[in-house]
């Protein structure tokens, strides 16, 4: 009976009355994260046809010179994923690379599993730093030991396809103004859990055409630390990766700011094993809404601002961010009071119809980025379009619930600053700094 009543109240509906109760999605999210996608992907992957031989070439130029590529992984109590990391950067296409592990202070089998895969030569070198200091900072030391012309930052608890190296260095061998490549990072432990499986459709998104999407408008605002390369002299330069939650915003907006490009490459894939909870993805995903607040409003606010080395791509990258992840987040809840308050006989049939076309959004979606990766999706992958009907619900109420209440922790308390990702030693020098 809801469903015909739906059916019917949506077709009795003229054009008007559809904007006017579907205004979000018609007039925003279709507009920017559904028809936009499609153009854009569709534009990237005709060039990326046409520019089949600049990528051979670049491949040549890159086995010719044969430089060395520093592989830094800083982690705390990822001794279980390491061993698997390790194995998939031996295995890879391109061999002149140094693999640098940093023990971040672990109470796990990390510094013993790291020792004996030393000995046996999988990698180059292992420290440990008993005391923790953070991500950043142990980054920041395998980068002090490091004497690669490239520098791939990778997450302990990740891993790469084969060729994945090879691949996330070719765009420095195209495009010589070019400081930092993303590479495509999708979900390792879809398998494991419903949690998993609902993150790997939401990587897809998100990632791999979310990010593919940014590169090809020059908006691209973040490197992902899970993968992630980086041009020695720009990272020497700005002395490397500053303290605290959100380092790999922070690094890529300073990368643009010197005005270098950044891009990402999503055939440059990587593995990555996500939250298998809901607290645990809530706890994850507090703390990267938090640093969109703490860098691009607070921290890197200049980008928005007119100066000297104001660069309208900059502003745009910050500002496209803000808008449809902040102020479209207010705007989601001032829908839904509407909803409440002027016509709350009607909620019922408003919820339908918004799962409805949101759904189908998201198989579009989906199918999409099956077409942009290609051979490189798995038989799992495929088999994640069977939860795509629960999305809407994943993104659209779990996901904005968390989302909102960063926001208000971070604009009322400077909620990062406490953060226990991040030792409490670091994050009182960095709170000091900032008051």
Not at 4 to 13: P, R, W, Y
Not at 303 to 330: G, H, K, Q, R, T
Request: with cysteine; proline share 3%.
């Amino acid at each position: 009976m809801l469903i015909e009543n739906t059916i019917d109240f949506f077709l009795n509906m003229d054009t008007a009355k559809v904007l006017a109760y579907f205004w979000p999605f018609f007039l925003l999210d279709m507009t920017r994260y559904l028809l936009l996608d499609v153009v854009v992907i569709s534009v990237y992957a005709i060039k990326r046809v046409f520019h089949k031989d600049q990528y051979a070439l670049a491949r040549r130029q890159l086995y010719k010179e044969r430089p060395l590529v520093s592989i830094l992984i800083p982690g705390k109590n990822e001794g279980k994923h390491i061993p698997r990391l390790a194995e998939s950067l031996t295995r890879q296409t391109y061999k002149n690379i140094e693999i640098i592990i940093v023990d971040d202070g672990s109470d796990d089998n990390t510094a013993e599993i790291c020792r004996r895969l030393e000995q046996e030569g999988k990698i180059d070198r292992f420290i440990r730093n008993e005391v923790r200091g953070g991500k950043a900072s142990a980054a920041n030391t395998a980068l002090s030991f490091s004497s690669g012309k490239y520098i791939v930052h990778i997450d302990a608890d990740s891993h790469l396809a084969f060729d994945s190296v090879e691949t996330i260095l070719l765009p420095f061998y195209m495009d010589p103004a070019i400081g930092a490549v993303g590479g495509d990072v999708r979900v390792a432990n879809t398998d494991v859990s419903f949690v998993t499986r609902l993150q790997g459709i939401e990587y897809m998104k998100s990632i791999s055409i979310g990010r593919t999407v940014s590169s090809e408008l020059g908006i691209l605002r973040i490197i992902a630390g899970a993968h992630g390369a980086f041009r020695r002299d720009i990272l020497e330069r700005l002395h490397g990766w500053d303290v605290g939650p959100g380092l790999d915003g922070d690094i890529t907006l300073k990368i643009r700011k010197l005005g270098f490009r950044v891009v990402h490459e999503p055939h440059a894939v990587c593995y990555t094993n996500v939250p298998d909870r809901f607290r645990a993805l809530a706890r994850q995903r507090f703390r990267w809404d938090r640093s969109m607040v703490r860098f691009r409003v607070r921290k890197h606010r200049d980008i928005l601002l007119p100066s000297l080395n104001f660069s309208f791509l900059n502003f745009l990258a910050s500002a496209e961010n803000i808008f449809f992840n902040l102020i479209l987040d207010v705007k989601w809840w001032v829908y839904i009071v509407q909803i409440l308050i002027i016509h709350p006989t009607i909620l019922q049939y408003v919820f339908l119809i918004n799962f409805v076309l949101y759904m189908a959004a998201n198989f579009l979606q989906f199918f999409i980025a099956s077409l942009l990766l290609g051979d490189s999706m798995r038989r799992k992958d495929y088999l994640l379009a069977f939860f795509i009907p629960l999305v809407p619900v994943y993104t659209g109420i779990f996901l904005r619930i968390v989302r909102t209440y960063a926001y208000l922790m971070e604009f009322l308390h400077g909620a990062s600053y406490f953060d226990k990702w991040n030792p409490w030693k670091v994050s009182r020098v960095v709170k000091e700094e900032k008051l």
